[in-house]
């Protein structure tokens, strides 16, 4: 089992560029979460899918920032315009249900905005 | 606003000694909590989980205290192995969402040979 698998793993950019980034989740696992790290706000989940379908995406931070999951085994989070203080390790994660089961994390792709 | 806290940034243990992390939360409407464990460069690996039902649960070495009172949960390691060492992140889960997971800030554990 591969586990989820996220690209890339780095991404160094510059202000205003769109940064796509991507995640192939476990396969039969019908719920997807896209996480971010930061110093200052610790892990916080920007938003999950079930069934491809977006369920909550409360926590995406404004409309530069957009999620799609257009099949069961590709999602992809889009950043447009990218700014510094997006800087921060991205995580995606899957599960095969919803969050009370185990959610499997990716090893994240680190994001610097300069 | 943060929901469930983790007071202590790091904590430094012996190897074969107990490893105690602490981790508070302020909603009631909390159900469901777990640990995961991460170590650098790596995604976050579940640990252990415990319902609110519960106020014990034992995997192995470790094992979670839930204290619904104190709104308080620990996380016991015996015995700590220097493998142990890395950022332990206390997570919740609110009743009325299946799909939304509130971390704590995470206290990084060193364990020492």
Redesign the interface.
């Known amino acids: 089992d591969a586990g989820v698998i996220q690209s890339p793993r780095h991404e160094v950019t510059e202000m205003g560029q769109e940064v796509t980034l991507r995640c192939k989740p476990i396969s039969g696992h019908n719920s997807l979460f896209w996480y971010r790290q930061t110093m200052m706000r610790g892990l916080e989940l920007l938003i999950y899918f079930n069934n491809n379908v977006p369920i909550d995406d409360s926590g995406m931070p404004e409309d530069r920032f957009s999620a799609k999951m257009p099949n069961a085994s590709f999602s992809t989070l889009k950043i447009q315009p990218s700014e510094p203080r997006d800087s921060a390790v991205y995580f995606c994660a899957s599960s095969r249900t919803s969050a009370r089961e185990t959610q499997y994390f990716g090893p994240g792709t680190r994001l610097l905005v300069l | 606003d943060q929901q469930v806290k983790q007071n202590s940034p790091s904590l430094s243990v012996q190897e074969g000694r107990i490893s105690i992390l602490n981790c508070d939360y302020t909603n009631s409407m909390f159900d469901?909590f777990l640990w995961?464990k991460k170590y650098p460069?790596?995604?976050?690996?579940?640990l252990i989980?415990i319902s609110s039902i519960k106020d014990k649960n034992e995997d192995g070495r470790f094992t979670v205290f839930l204290n619904k009172s104190a709104k308080h949960l620990s996380l016991h390691i015996v015995p700590s192995q220097p493998g142990d060492s890395a950022v332990y992140?206390c997570a919740a889960?609110p009743s009325s969402?299946?799909?939304?997971?509130?971390?704590?800030?995470?206290t990084t554990l060193q364990v020492k040979p």
């Open positions: 469901y995961y460069a790596e995604g976050p690996t579940f989980s992140f889960i969402n299946t799909g939304k997971l509130i971390f704590g800030q995470g």
